[in-house]
């Protein structure tokens, strides 16, 4: 079998400065660490998802893709390439159209989750200046401020948890000013925070250990959120990853449970990874990564799958196997609503 992973051009000229660099980083690493253990077991390609590269597929004669494409524009760029995949009939590792086009936009997601009755946090969409002066003044806060599609906390800063409202419309202006529209305004949600890796579909799920990020360490004068600064290490501080988290059987019981529920909720497929806090106790969903990053050590759900015993080797192979069940079961999947 032939897989190809297909991967972005740059992003760094749709998004300007430190977090447009970092991303086009993070993801050359990715395919370094990816091709690695693809190539031992198959013949494998990199391709670059550019305006060719439906021919080089084609030429190549690839069997399936391992898709690691995040798209550098537009609202649904997450999606773009499963779509053109999907007309070129050429199977793909991942989520779907649907899956990417419901969580990137966690907006969106966030209506689904209230939906099926699965806890997330509250939120107002902003998608033009306009919209600030509808705003209540004597709405509850803190709230967190950040933009539906972006990912790595990109649009997160250290002034995105807001006190009042002046704040709140700088903040919201800066970030209309970077980011597709809508910018969220979320109930800030206070607890213990935990990623749930998921890999599979459907009734085929199972979920690696539970991963917190604790902010324990940090001093009092950060907020206890993953901003972009903390994520770049801020002034030296870091948040601390425990994995597995210490956690009692019930609560474990319920933060897998809703992460399996908000995972089928959006359709997602193969893996995933599931944001959640603690709010009294109870689990919250704040968005799903359709996409994880797969950095080796570095990323949480290749964290997750060392401490699960399958390690990175496992976690890649346990992707392309789920894709494979997949598309050798096409039909049947399409029956189930
Ligand atoms: N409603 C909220 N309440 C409390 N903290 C929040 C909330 N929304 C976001 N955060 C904080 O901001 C961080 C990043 O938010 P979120 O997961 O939505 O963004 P992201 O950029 O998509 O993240 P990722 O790194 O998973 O791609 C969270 O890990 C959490 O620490
Ligand atoms: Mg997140």
């Known amino acids: ?38 190539s031992k077991r198959f013949k494998c390609i990199v391709v670059t998802a550019d305006s060719n590269f ?6 190549e004669q690839v069997d399936m893709v391992f898709n690691l494409c995040n798209g550098i524009r537009g609202e649904t760029r997450l999606a773009q390439i499963p779509a053109i995949l999907e007309f070129f009939n ?11 086009t419901l969580s990137i936009n966690k907006a969106v997601s966030s209506r689904i989750f209230k939906s099926k009755g699965i806890n997330t ?56 000013k970077i980011y597709n529209p809508p910018i ?70 319920q933060i897998v449970d809703t992460a399996k529920r908000a995972y ?14 603690l709010k009294n106790g109870v689990p919250y969903v704040l968005e799903i990564n359709s996409l994880p990053g797969l950095v080796r050590g570095y990323s949480d759900i290749t964290k997750m799958a060392e401490a699960a015993g399958i390690g990175y080797e496992g976690l890649i192979y346990s992707v392309i196997n789920s894709a494979l069940e997949r598309y050798s079961s096409y039909g049947k999947e399409n029956d189930v609503v």
């Open 90 to 100: 050429i199977p793909y590792t991942g989520s779907s159209i649907l899956g990417h």
């Open 264 to 277: 089928n909720a959006l359709d997602i497929k193969d893996y995933g990874r599931v944001d959640i806090r």
């Open 1 to 38: 079998m032939k897989i190809a992973i297909l991967i972005d051009q740059p992003r760094k000229n749709y998004l300007p400065g430190e977090e447009g660099k970092r991303e086009d980083i993070q993801k050359r690493k990715v395919v370094r660490d990816v091709q690695e253990v693809i």
């Open 184 to 253: 969220m305004i979320n109930e800030y949600i206070d607890g213990r925070e935990f990623t749930v890796g998921v890999l599979g579909y459907r009734n085929d799920m199972q979920t690696l250990p539970i991963l917190e990020i604790s902010y324990d360490n940090l001093p009092d004068h950060l907020p206890k959120f993953s901003s972009f600064e903390l994520k770049c290490h801020y002034d030296g501080y870091r948040s601390e990853d425990i994995c597995p988290a210490t956690l009692d059987n019930e609560l474990e019981k």
């Open 54 to 59: 439906i021919l080089k597929l084609q030429k």
């Open 121 to 176: 946090p509250n939120f107002l969409s902003i998608y033009e200046e306009a919209d600030l002066d509808k705003l209540e003044e004597d709405m509850d806060f803190p709230v967190i401020i950040k933009p539906a599609d972006e990912g790595s906390s990109r649009g997160i800063h250290q002034d995105s948890l807001v006190y009042e409202i002046e704040s709140l419309r700088k903040k919201v202006k800066e970030e209309l």
